[in-house]
């Protein structure tokens, strides 16, 4: 079952714009994390938010999360066109349950 | 250098013939996951393992089977009954069982039926 559920499904924009993506899921987790996927290729982690947490930054990463209204938010500044890829959240919760990942938003960065 | 290895990257398959995908990882971690991926869409889980010799079915396992025997390895078995096999098939290792940490995946393969 996909908890997470990412929005806008894609997403154009210039060099040197803000990209924000939304993510929105249905049950109490533990932690928020979001992943990176070029295409054809394998995903690779970019951050983990916990759920006691309501923002992180890595570089040019900042997210947020709103546990009151389910959802996250991914803002990419000053995009770049190497950051054309599609973007994912997955969700951890209690247990040993495996990650629930979303559909993803397809960025593209036009320089 | 430590990572996760899937192998091959490009597979093809007979109608009615199984075919095992490779996933190896040296990161020392204790769990394993093999995802689906379709066009355009998310992951789906097909099995996990949080322990040698253990594993559970995760959303789509119908048509799909895996071992467990070493730590650092987790194949994956595509049999002839899973009905509509073509798809992009990830794995992925993490130090917990769980999602409580961040998974590394490999770089996929990508099987084909004709």
């Known amino acids: 079952s996909q908890q997470g559920e990412e929005d806008p499904q894609a997403l154009s924009i210039q060099e040197g714009e803000n990209a924000t993506m939304n993510c929105s899921y249905k049950?109490?987790?533990?932690?928020l994390q979001w992943y990176r996927q070029n295409s054809g290729r394998g995903l690779v982690h970019l951050i983990l938010?916990?759920?006691?947490?309501r923002e992180k930054h890595s570089g040019r990463l900042r997210v947020t999360l709103d546990t009151s209204k389910k959802s996250s938010s991914l803002l990419i500044t000053a995009s770049r066109a190497a950051d054309t890829a599609s973007y994912f959240c997955?969700?951890?919760?209690?247990?040993?349950?495996?990650?629930?990942f979303g559909k993803g938003t397809r960025l593209s960065v036009i320089a | 250098d430590g990572g996760i290895t899937q192998s091959p990257k490009y597979l093809f398959r007979k109608e009615g013939q199984n075919v095992t995908l490779s996933c190896e990882q040296n990161?020392?971690?204790?769990?394993m996951y093999w995802y689906r991926q379709d066009p355009g869409q998310g992951l789906r889980l097909i099995y996990y393992s949080q322990i040698v010799n253990d594993f559970q079915k995760g959303d789509i396992a119908e048509g799909y089977s895996v071992s467990r025997e070493k730590k650092e390895s987790f194949p994956l078995t595509v049999t002839s009954a899973q009905k509509n096999p073509t798809a992009f098939y990830l794995c992925a290792s993490s130090i917990g069982a769980g999602g409580n940490t961040e998974a590394f995946f490999g770089q996929g393969t990508r099987l084909t039926v004709v």
């Open positions: 938010i916990r759920s006691n947490e």
């Open positions: 049950t109490s987790i533990n932690n």
């Open positions: 990161l020392n971690h204790d769990a």
């Open positions: 997955a969700t951890g919760r209690s247990g040993n349950t495996p990650l629930v």
